[in-house]
């Protein structure tokens, strides 16, 4: 090689080198810019989710008044878990104390056409996982409190559903099995376990070696290990219109729902007495603006464009066909686990002959950019071709064996629906929760006014299953002021002071607030490694 050409091999290599580094600038500024622009409204016509086709409750689709009301007590944003927790127990706990409230939902498209319409129906949290990462942020005693939090659940929604004769919903408990494609992952993950053992003892975890797991779940030579718990799997959006539609029967002349009815603005009065919400069909007056919008917080609150931001994730709904790999049933929920913070989740749902139709979702990483263009995105009109294929794929390169003889008779296994959604990411990748001051909200008053506040239970960074009727009902205790009240058990409702069920550090005050900013997550996912940021994608 002479000179010459060592000339050009170097200048080559460090051109490229050069063209990373600007792609990567160009990239994580695009980033940037996502971010600061915050929430739109909702896409008119997003993508079509499975779990809204065949609606139980037809009627409900896009109900609404002929007449939007001009007042009304409260005015919830949102119609999906969060909204419909919050409105449940408000009406249940002032009709206990023979108080008269008048509650109106407001919902930018058809009912929960959000993210409870368009996850993927796991009621699901890897103990493990979540133990690691809040002990590390709060210590010990408090990552018990709110790993115990997550995992209660499966127990009230399956209460709810029970109490109610939700059938619908599909609300189940599963064993659910975390298959391990990654040796120092896996063996992370078995340390854990190994601790929470005396932290926990309630949570046993069930440890499967890679020849075990293989054998036990009938995976092929990519599995290295699996671990198996209790989780649930249900199919939220006919829990929460049956929740809707009970509530509309019970208490006809209390509640209204107006679907395709988007808020443009929320005004306060100097006084601090009132709120004058502004839709597309009109003007309401009333006391309480709750905000149960999860991903979209910032359109109504431009002050929390750096505290939280939208992410597109992907669903899919696949048929199994005919392969060595039909052996799924209704009463299992899975997770693939790449590596650190990567993977997949899926479900199925149940059928007489195990064959019911899975629902997988995931695949942020495979998306361009490693999955930074979906960030600080609220367009859930559309799909990454990417991602979808990723989904496509998975179950016959994890399940099928490592050689199978293809037989005439075999159906040929086909993704039947794949579609987007829009969930939270919070900068400290816990929910928000609580009373909205007006330096929070951007709607100061002259004087402060006890009965009349904005509300927020927003922000579950994909988790909403494990956080949001919790956190609703929470909230609706804050609205009502019975934080200190010793308020029975009811199906849906612990029971107790709030305190006593309800983790602090979901809740949001001014320090936190100041304390967190999403840019600097941003940061970690471009200059550090260990980042959580796509840990629930």
């Known amino acids: 090689m002479g000179l010459l050409d060592l000339v050009q091999k170097t200048w080559k290599t460090l051109r490229t080198a050069i063209k990373t580094l ?76 023979n108080h008269y409230i008048k509650i109106t939902v407001l919902e930018a498209r058809d009912i929960c056409s959000g993210a409870t319409g368009r996850n993927g129906g796991h009621v699901k949290v890897a103990p493990y996982e979540a133990f690691d990462a809040l002990e590390r942020k709060f210590g010990r005693e408090r990552a018990v409190a709110l790993t115990r939090f997550q995992l209660r659940h499966l127990e009230v929604l399956r209460e709810v559903c029970e109490s109610e004769g939700v059938e619908g919903a599909e609300c189940r408990g599963v064993e659910t099995v975390d298959l391990f494609l990654d040796d120092k992952v896996f063996e992370g993950a078995c340390r854990v376990v190994e601790r929470m053992k005396t932290l926990l003892p309630e949570c046993e975890v069930k440890v499967f070696q890679a020849a075990e797991a293989r054998e036990q779940f009938s995976t092929n030579n990519t599995v290295v290990g699996a671990l198996s718990y209790e989780a649930g799997a249900m199919w939220p959006y006919r829990f929460v219109t049956s929740i809707w539609n009970t509530l509309l029967q019970e208490y006809p002349n209390q509640l209204t729902i107006e679907t395709n009815t988007p808020v443009i603005s929320i005004e306060r009065d100097p006084a601090g007495n009132a709120y004058t919400v502004y839709t597309n069909r009109g003007i309401i007056h009333c006391n309480h603006v709750v905000h149960a919008t999860n991903a979209w917080l910032s359109h109504l609150l431009p002050s929390f464009m750096t505290k939280a931001t939208g992410v597109r994730a992907h669903m899919s709904a696949q048929n199994l066909g005919y392969h060595s790999y039909q052996t799924f049933h209704g009463n299992r929920s899975w997770s693939i686990i790449y590596g650190e913070n990567d993977y997949d ?193």
Not at 42 to 50: A, G, L
Not at 57 to 74: C, E, G, M, R
Not at 462 to 468: D, K, R, T
Request: proline fraction near 6%; charge should be negative.
């Open 345 to 537: 989740y899926m479900t199925q749902r149940p059928s007489a002959k195990g064959m019911g139709d899975i629902m997988l979702g995931g695949g942020t990483f495979r998306s361009k950019d490693d999955g930074v263009n979906q960030i600080g995105v609220w367009d859930d009109s559309c799909i990454d071709a990417l991602t979808s294929a990723h989904l496509a794929g998975i179950l016959p390169v994890v399940f099928s064996p490592d050689k199978e003889a293809r037989k005439p008779e075999q159906q040929e296994r086909f993704l039947q629906q794949h579609w987007s959604g829009i969930i939270a990411l919070t900068a400290d990748s816990l929910p928000f929760v609580g009373k909205l001051d007006g330096r929070l909200s951007g709607r100061k008053s002259q004087r402060h006014s006890a009965g009349s506040s904005e509300w927020i239970s927003a922000g579950y960074n994909g988790q909403g299953m494990v956080f949001a009727w919790l956190c609703g009902t929470a909230l609706a205790v804050m609205i009502m002021g019975l934080e200190e009240e010793n308020i029975p058990a009811s199906p849906g409702y612990p029971g107790g002071i709030l305190s006593e069920w309800f983790p602090k550090e979901l809740l949001l005050d001014g320090k936190r607030f100041d304390r967190i900013d999403i840019l600097d997550l941003a940061d970690q996912l471009y200059n550090g490694p260990g980042t959580n940021l796509f840990k629930v994608l």
């Open 22 to 97: 600007l792609d990567l600038n160009r990239t994580f500024e695009a980033l940037v810019s996502r971010i600061h622009q915050g929430a739109c409204l909702p896409c008119p016509e997003p993508t079509t989710s499975y779990w809204l086709e065949n609606p139980p409750f037809p009627n409900l689709v896009d109900i609404q008044s002929a007449q939007l009301p001009t007042k009304t007590h409260n005015v919830i944003i949102g119609s999906g878990i969060t909204g419909v927790a919050i409105a449940r127990t408000l009406l249940q706990q002032t009709n206990r104390k």
